[in-house]
């Protein structure tokens, strides 16, 4: 719980790790998380990147902070409990969806953002499995 408006310029140290991006067999996933460079994680990255990586978390936990001092514990687990709740209803993952009730609970329905208008899945070029992708989500693995 602290009231910083920005996140911090030094990136948090942590142990890098191919668990998240294994296939069944235990090797790195290439096709589904592209070539691995260990250059690349192991180099520091730019503060800044580092920053906007974590702005909307660090003006989430601000906005929850000043909640809970004014209101008491109840308004942001009532506000956490929503976005759950309505974060779980999707289509299936191949299919393009959006989730506006999710939108309108963080207020992101407000802005105009590159995301808008320059990821429109409709656009995308992608062919996925409709198999494969399900298989992804739910963790089967055959």
């Given at each position: ?10 990136p ?22 592209g ?49 759950s ?25 407000e802005?105009i ?15 996925m499995d ?13």
């Open positions: 719980m602290s009231l910083r408006i920005t996140p911090s310029t030094q948090d140290s942590t142990n890098k790790s191919i668990a998240e991006t294994v296939n069944s067999f235990g090797v790195h996933d290439t096709f589904r998380y070539p691995k460079s260990i250059a690349t994680d192991i180099l520091p990255k730019h503060p800044l990147e580092h920053r906007l990586k974590h702005w909307e978390e660090t003006q989430t936990n601000l906005k929850f902070t000043l909640e809970r001092r004014i209101y008491g514990i109840h308004a942001p687990v009532r506000q956490l409990m929503e976005r709740i309505v974060s779980r209803v999707q289509r299936a993952p191949i299919l393009p969806s959006s989730n506006l009730s999710l939108e309108v609970l963080m207020g992101k329905d802005t953002d590159f995301e808008d208008f320059l990821n429109v899945p409709e656009l995308s070029t992608d062919m409709m198999h494969a992708s399900m298989e992804h989500k739910l963790g089967i693995k055959l």
